[in-house]
């Protein structure tokens, strides 16, 4: 039987948010030579969503709005050096048709680097896992969901990271694929095998609560 993709997520994004509640348990370094820095974000953006079902049978690409979630745990190498893991989950939405969504999960080894006028550079990369649906029109509408793995990256910079609170501006990218969909048209839905792929490009601004 194909598992209900949104009750994997929610499982999954269950995961996650205690993953980034639980930063605050790293503020003690592991390595007592190693200072801590971490931070958790929220943030909001724009999205370029593209998807593609049964080698470019059914295609679909849109503008979405999107609302993030983010959590980076850093250990200090240098003045300059860091380096730990990242955590983010991403809701994304066409808000004008509501014909495509995604949600999407990161959880990857990350490095930053600090330079000069209090600046911080992050970059984050690894294995992700999401769930992503699109409706398509005429006369027998065609909604189409499915989940699937892969792989993203995140790169931001962070303003004033030595305060409490910081701004941060960063573009994120996420590549999902999958081998079943779930078919809904007129009303009856259906499991299929069918190969899928999606890409997301994410510009984000959003504030980052230090500590």
Request: aromatic residues 16%; glycine residues 10%; charged residues 20%.
């Amino acid at each position: 039987m194909y598992a209900d993709p949104m009750k994997r997520l929610f499982a999954l994004a269950f995961c996650l948010v205690l993953l980034l509640c639980s930063g605050s348990a790293y503020s003690e370094s592991w390595y007592e030579n190693l200072g801590y820095e971490g931070d958790v974000q929220v943030t909001a953006g724009y999205s370029r969503f593209s998807a593609s079902l049964d080698n470019g049978e059914y295609k679909k690409t849109s503008n979405n709005l999107i609302l993030g979630l983010a959590n980076h745990n850093f250990w200090c190498v240098t003045d300059f050096f860091f380096f730990g893991f990242m955590e983010n989950i991403y809701l994304g939405g066409n808000l004008v048709a509501d014909d495509s969504s995604s949600l999407t999960m990161l959880f990857a080894p990350a490095v930053g680097f600090h330079i000069n006028y209090d600046i911080d550079i992050n970059l984050a990369f690894g294995p992700m896992f999401g769930i992503c649906s699109f409706s398509t029109g005429g006369k027998e509408k065609a909604d189409f969901t499915w989940d699937g793995i892969g792989c993203g990256a995140d790169l931001q910079i962070k303003f004033f990271s030595a305060h409490l609170f910081s701004p941060v501006l960063g573009l994120s990218w996420s590549h999902l694929s999958g081998d079943e969909v779930n078919v809904e048209i007129n009303g009856d839905d259906e499991d299929m095998d069918m190969r899928s792929s999606a890409d997301e490009f994410k510009f984000y601004a959003g504030v980052s609560l230090n500590f």
